[in-house]
């Protein structure tokens, strides 16, 4: 008998997408993520015995560093590689082989790759789950779940909120899942970026027919009303040309003096590493969010790793 309650089913499941996610189900992510939060101190052995690979075929700090953290947190044990050249992938090992590798020796895969579509092709390979850890200018599913959850954690909801993303929104490819994952809710959004960078034109296409989206926005004329304001770094390793990017580079920065009109409320965030769009004279107001953002990414990949796992439902 039809119950009314939509069944809601991680155990296994690949993250390639946010796309993938309906609302309801990010919003259970993001319940089980706030119930890690004292898990987060204390530990627990929910996924003991369970091995995360983490391969990564470019740099990361947060990304790998938190979901091994997050691993050892619940328990578990991390295996992997951080540089792929010291990986058989120097020798000329192709993806596929690598994953049909590593599933035998772990139980989920957390991937980076330069490369957009290899989160999905390493999905279509492994019989293990894969998590996608970032793919080229393409998406970074986990960052727009801690987004989501920084957001919601700060401003108490996420409907209803006029949300900003300024920088790089062609390469960047934070914005791209945050803006797919944004567009599921009563959201306004405004985007500002130099002419070249402007937010992809498929991620457009999409959001365009959920949510009310203003292209080209002026920082300082939407800067009183915005209740997020998401930074990003200019992605200078994906510009095809480095003349290109010596145009835009530092074509935009937020400092106090930006910040003058903001609404005292109105919280920052970034998905970090930041170069210069931040000047560190704000990190000090209560307005900047982006380190509690960091802390968020343990207690959300702890959940993702618990569900995917198994472990809670
Ligand atoms: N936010 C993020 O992806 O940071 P890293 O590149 O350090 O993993």
Redesign the pocket.
Known sequence: MFSGAIQMNFMGRDIVSIEDFSQQEINHILDIAKTMEPLAKTGSDMLKGKILATLFYE??????LSFEAAMLKLGGANIGFAEPDFASVRKGENLADTIRTVENYADIIAL?HSLEGAAKLAAEFSKVPIIN??TGAEE?PT?AFTDLYTIRKEKGRIDGLKVALIGDLRYGR?VHSLAYALALYDIELFLVSPETLRMRKDVISTIKNKIPVTEDANLEAIMPKIDVLYVTRIQKERFPDATEYAKVKGAYKIDLKTLKNARKDMIILH???RVDEIASEVDNTPLAKYFQQVHN?IVVRMALLSLVLGAIK
């Open positions: 740099p990361s700090t947060r990304t790998r980076r850890g970032g970074h960052q934070t998905p970090l590493p990414g």
